[in-house]
C-alpha cells in the first residue's frame, strides 16, 4: 500500500509539455498565507495547526501544451475529505463567463508530500477533466533550495503486484509569461506590508533592486566586451550571428542624441551629483559633531556639568 | 674609532642589524660627541647613502659643538648632501637625532642670513622622513619657517597641500610646540599666497588646538586669524564648539585692539575704519600686522561693492563711487574691473555711457567638466567620512571617555544599571 500513494519517484511519461504562469504561484501562498494568519488570529494559542488548503487550476490545454493560467479557492470538508462539489460547480460557470476558453485542469493544495487522501480527491476531480493535474506548494521555506518549492503531479496507470492502479508521477513544467503579468506579480512581490511603510525602508529597497539590476547588467556587459576582446586579439572564432546581436544592442543607446538633450541630461545628472554631494557632506558633519563631543567629553577638564558651558 | 667605523660598514644591511647599530651608537653617542672634528675622517670612510643611520650620529657628534662662521659653509654642504642623498629607512630609526640635524641645519641657515639655502634640503628631508604624506613632522616648522624668511612661498605650497592625518610622536618625535609652529607658519605661507581660506583655517588649527593653559602662538595666531576673516568674508565666526575652554575665555582679552577693528569694520564705514586703523597702528606694527590690517581697509571697498550687487541690477559708476566713498569714477571702475576679473562678482561695464550692470552667477551646471569635479569632490568626501568614523570608534573605545561616560550613567539611571566596561582596551 505505501508504494501505490507513495511520492511519484518516477517522472512522468505522458510528454505533456506544462506551462504555469506566476499568478497561480501567487494566489496560491496568498491563499495559505491568509488562512494562516487568521487562524493564528482567531487565537489558538501556540502554534497553529499545519492547515491545508484546496483550490482548483484552471487553463488551456491545446493539444501536448498545457498551460495553466489561473486559479480559484475550493472549500473542504475535513469530516468527508472531500471538495465542495456545488461549490466548485457555481464558481467553474462563473469563471467560464468570464474566461471562456479556460477550463478546469486540475487541483492545488499544500504540503511537503503527497498523501493518501490525496488520490481520492484526485480522482473525484476527474469527471470534470478526464486527467487532471495536481500542483503541491511546500510551504515551508529553505532559503538553501534555489528552485520553487511547487511540483506538478500527474495521475498515471501503472501496473503494480498485478493490480493496476493509478499513482501520482511527478512531472516538469517552466514558467511562462507575458510582459503585464510580470510586472504586476513584481509589483505585488515586493510589497511588505507590515513595516515597510516608511519612506526610507522603501526607498532603501528600492534603490537595493535597482543596485542589483545594474550590478547583473555591469557583469554581463563585461563578459561580452571580454568576449569581443578575445575576438579582436583572436583567441576566439568570430561568430557572426554574435557579433550582429552585439551590435544591434548597441546601437539602441543613446536613443536621442541631440546638443538640447545633452545640455539637458547634464543638467539633471549634475543636480542629482550635488544632492549626493550634500548628503555625504551632511553625514560627514553629523560624525564630526559626534566625534568632537565624545572628545570634549574625554579631554577637557572644565568640560559641561550638568550641560551648561562658560561663554566669554 | 676604526672599529667603530666598520661596525657601522658591516652593520648596515637588514633590520635586525639596524636595531643592533642603533644600540651600539647610542652607548657610543657622549663619546662621539667630545671627539668633534675628529670624526672627520671617519665621515669620509662611510657612504651616506648606504650608511646613513651611522653617518647620521656621526655628523651629529662631528657638529656638537656648533660650526664656527668658517665652517659653516662646509656644515651646511655636507648636511645638504647628506640629506639628499640618505636612505629613508635608515634615518627613521632614530627620529629626535634626524630632527635636531635639520634644526641646526635652520639655525644656521638663518645665522647667515641664506635662509634659502635651506629650503630645497630641508623640503627633501621631509618627503624622506615621513612614513606616508599624512605625517606631521617637526621639519615641516622648521621648512616653513625658512620658507617665509626667504619669500619662496611656492615652494611651501606642495608641502602644504597634503592633508595630515596622522601624528604619531613614537615614528616623528613631534611635540605640540611643532603643531601649534607648523599651523601659525603655515596660515602666514597661505597668506603669502593669498589663499585666505586655507590661511584661516590653518590658523584655526593653531587656537583651537586642546590646550589646558593660554598658549603666545595661538595668541598670535588668533590675531591674524581676525585679520583675515575680515579680509576674506567680512565678519569673524564665534569660536567653534572644540575650542578648548581656557582659549574661549581669555582668548578675547589678549587681542582688544583687533576685536574693535571687527566692530568698526561691520558699520562699514570707510573713515571710521581708517581712524580706527591708526588708533591701533603701534600696536599692529609691534605684531607685524601692519600690511595685513592696510589689507583689511581695502577689502572694505570690495564688500560695499559686492552689497551693492544685491540691492542694485544697473548702477552707474558715478554712484558707486559715492556710495562707497572712493576718489572717483575711475577708481570705482578700476575696483570693479579688478573684482570681476578675480570672480568675486558678475557684472558687465558699459564704457560709453559708463553704467555697470550686474549679473546672476553663469554656472550653469550642464558640462562634463562639473560632472567630473562633482565626481572627485564626492569622493574626497566619502573617504574624509570613513577616516572619520576610524577615528570616532577609536575615541569611542578610549579609557577616558568612557569613564566620564559611565559616571555620569551610573548617577542618572540606577534603574537599568549597565556595567561600563572599566577595562577597555585602549590604544594609547
Known amino acids: ?312 | 674609532m676604526e672599529q667603530l667605523v666598520t661596525q657601522v660598514q658591516g652593520l648596515s644591511g637588514s633590520a635586525d642589524d639596524l636595531g643592533q647599530l642603533l644600540v651600539l651608537l647610542r652607548q657610543n653617542d657622549d663619546a662621539m660627541r667630545s671627539q668633534g672634528a675628529r670624526l672627520q675622517p671617519a665621515l669620509h670612510a662611510l657612504d651616506p647613502a648606504k650608511h646613513s643611520l651611522g653617518f647620521l650620529f656621526i655628523l651629529d657628534g662631528r657638529w656638537s659643538a656648533g660650526p664656527s662662521r668658517e665652517e659653516a659653509e662646509n656644515f651646511l654642504m655636507s648636511v645638504t648632501n647628506f640629506i639628499t642623498v640618505c636612505s629613508p629607512e635608515q634615518i627613521r630609526y632614530c627620529p629626535d637625532k634626524f630632527n635636531s640635524l635639520c634644526r641646526k641645519l635652520r639655525e644656521h641657515a638663518m645665522n647667515m642670513h641664506r635662509p634659502i639655502r635651506a629650503v630645497l634640503p630641508l623640503q627633501v628631508a621631509i618627503r624622506k622622513f615621513q612614513p606616508s604624506s599624512e605625517y606631521l613632522t617637526p621639519i615641516h616648522a622648521d621648512f616653513l619657517l625658512v620658507c617665509l624668511l626667504s619669500k619662496c612661498y611656492k615652494a611651501a605650497a606642495p608641502i602644504l597641500e597634503d592633508q595630515i592625518f596622522e601624528i604619531d610622536p613614537k615614528k616623528t618625535g613631534l611635540v605640540p610646540k611643532d603643531y601649534l609652529l607648523y599651523c601659525y607658519y603655515g596660515g602666514m605661507v597661505q597668506i603669502g599666497l593669498k589663499n585666505f581660506l586655507r590661511a584661516m583655517e590653518l590658523l584655526q588649527h593653531a587656537f583651537t588646538a586642546p590646550a589646558h593653559v593660554m598658549n603666545a602662538i595661538a595668541v598670535e595666531a588668533y590675531k591674524k586669524y581676525v585679520l583675515v576673516c575680515l579680509i576674506h568674508n567680512g565678519q569673524v565666526p564665534p569660536f567653534p564648539k572644540y575650542t578648548p575652554s581656557i582659549v574661549q575665555r581669555n582668548l578675547k582679552g589678549c587681542c582688544q585692539g583687533y576685536i574693535e577693528l571687527v566692530t568698526v569694520y561691520n558699520n562699514r564705514n570707510i573713515t571710521d575704519l581708517q581712524r580706527c586703523l591708526t588708533s591701533h597702528e603701534e600696536a599692529f606694527r609691534n605684531d607685524k600686522n601692519l600690511g595685513l590690517a592696510k589689507q583689511v581697509v581695502a577689502s572694505l571697498y570690495k564688500r560695499n561693492i559686492q552689497r551693492l550687487t544685491q540691492t542694485y541690477l544697473t548702477l552707474s559708476l558715478q554712484d558707486i563711487a559715492q556710495t562707497v566713498q572712493l576718489e572717483s569714477a575711475k577708481d570705482a571702475e578700476l575696483h570693479v574691473l579688478q573684482m570681476i576679473q578675480d570672480g568675486e562678482i558678475f557684472a558687465t561695464i558699459n564704457q560709453k555711457d559708463g553704467m555697470v550692470r550686474f549679473q546672476e552667477d553663469s554656472e550653469q551646471y550642464k558640462t562634463r567638466e562639473m560632472s567630473q569635479r562633482l565626481h572627485s569632490e564626492i569622493q574626497k568626501v566619502i573617504r574624509l567620512a570613513k577616516k572619520l568614523t576610524a577615528v570616532d570608534e577609536q575615541v569611542s573605545c578610549d579609557q577616558a571617555f568612557l569613564s566620564k561616560v559611565g559616571r555620569e550613567r551610573t548617577r542618572y539611571d540606577s534603574d537599568d544599571f549597565e556595567l561600563v566596561p572599566q577595562k577597555a582596551f585602549s590604544n594609547f
Request: aromatic content about 8%; proline content about 5%.
Open chain 1, 1 to 312: 500500500m505505501a508504494s501505490s500513494s507513495g511520492a511519484g519517484t518516477m517522472s512522468s511519461s505522458s510528454g505533456l509539455t506544462f506551462k504555469l504562469h506566476p499568478l497561480v504561484i501567487v494566489n496560491i501562498s496568498d491563499h495559505y498565507t491568509r488562512l494562516m494568519a487568521q487562524a493564528a488570529a482567531t487565537g489558538s494559542a501556540g502554534i497553529p495547526p499545519p492547515l491545508r488548503v484546496f483550490g482548483c487550476v484552471i487553463g488551456v490545454q491545446a493539444g501536448r501544451n498545457v498551460e495553466i493560467f489561473n486559479s480559484f479557492e475550493l472549500k473542504h470538508d475535513a469530516a468527508t475529505d472531500s471538495l465542495d462539489r456545488p461549490f466548485l460547480e457555481t464558481k467553474q460557470e462563473q469563471y467560464k463567463k468570464v474566461f471562456p476558453k479556460y477550463d478546469v485542469l486540475g487541483w492545488y493544495s499544500i504540503g511537503a508530500d503527497i498523501r493518501e487522501s490525496d488520490m481520492v480527491i484526485h480522482k473525484a476531480l476527474m469527471d470534470i477533466n478526464e486527467s487532471p493535474v495536481y500542483l503541491l506548494l511546500n510551504p515551508a521555506i529553505n532559503p538553501a533550495r534555489k528552485e520553487l518549492p511547487l511540483s506538478i503531479y500527474e495521475s498515471e496507470l501503472h501496473v503494480i503486484d498485478g493490480v493496476p492502479s493509478l499513482i501520482f508521477v511527478k512531472a516538469s513544467y517552466t514558467i511562462e509569461t507575458v510582459e503585464a503579468e510580470r510586472i504586476s506579480v513584481d509589483h505585488v512581490a515586493h510589497i511588505k506590508p507590515s513595516d515597510g511603510s516608511s519612506a526610507a525602508t522603501q526607498l532603501a529597497a528600492h534603490l537595493t533592486g535597482m543596485h542589483s539590476a545594474i550590478k547583473m547588467l555591469h557583469s554581463r556587459i563585461k563578459v561580452l566586451h571580454h568576449l569581443l576582446a578575445a575576438i579582436q586579439k583572436g583567441d576566439a572564432p568570430p561568430e557572426h550571428a554574435l557579433l550582429r546581436q552585439v551590435s544591434s544592442l548597441v546601437r539602441r543607446l543613446p536613443a536621442i542624441d541631440s546638443p538640447k538633450f545633452q545640455d539637458d541630461f547634464l543638467m539633471e545628472y549634475n543636480d542629482t551629483l550635488l544632492m549626493t554631494y550634500l548628503a555625504t557632506i551632511t553625514k560627514c558633519s553629523n560624525t564630526m559633531n559626534e566625534f568632537v563631543e565624545k572628545f570634549t567629553t574625554a579631554y577637557d577638564k572644565q568640560s559641561r556639568r550638568g550641560g551648561r558651558t562658560v561663554f566669554v
